[in-house]
């Protein structure tokens, strides 16, 4: 009998109810966290949106121009953070879910793979925190015309960093990609170096589509998405050579 025969096979029955309470237990987390950070929500605006403000001109502020804008962004911001943090208990989750219909050497490599997914998506929004928004802020910030007053609405702004966060967060993540993809032995670590012209390019054409319309953040994305394009093909060789070993 084989591993995956030995598994305890259950009823469908059983794999729902199962779904639906480890969804639960998802959702009750998130809100927690949520409940948690609500009474912050205004501090942890006043944090995402400190890049733009140090940069905005002498007596010049960020502006609301809806009626509801002075509770919904910090709401909604506070939301997308509690997700964010809430995400290694969304991920265990995921993982004790799939756990017994995986073979013991997919367990050994599935669990490495989440720790690292999380850190890599956490590291991409330090990335375009810290490094991004300065630049690119500080370009727009700059070459407006003299008589025109630079004052962000808080949503606009909100639906700026959100994409930047989401698209940097996700483009972290080529590593695990590329090691994935070569460990189901959909390509090779050689047939990617290959291709690297066309993955610069890509990198390029994704940091167009994935950005505001400005050559800094592009760059700025494609750039970092090439290396950790050339850092999963050396992870991805190590790999294969301790498999061939």
Known sequence: MSEQDSLEEKPLVEHLIELRDRLLRALVTVGIIFLC???????IYQFVSLPLQELLPENSTMIATEVASPFFAPFKLTLVVSVMLAMP???????GFLAPGLYQREKRIVIPIFVSSILLFYAGMAFAYYVVFPLVFGFFTSIGPENVAV???????????????????????IPIATFILVWMNV????????????????????GMLMTPPDIISQTLLALPMWLLFELGIIFSRLVTKESDA
């Open 151 to 173: 004052m962000t609405d808080i949503s606009r702004y909100l639906d700026f960093v959100l994409k930047l966060f989401f698209a940097f967060g996700l483009a972290f993540e």
């Open 89 to 95: 208990m969304l991920l265990f989750q995921m993982w």
């Open 37 to 43: 950070l609500f009474y912050f929500s205004n501090d």
């Open 187 to 206: 390509t090779t670590p050689q047939n990617l170096a290959r291709k690297r012209p066309y993955i610069v390019l890509g990198c390029f054409v994704v």
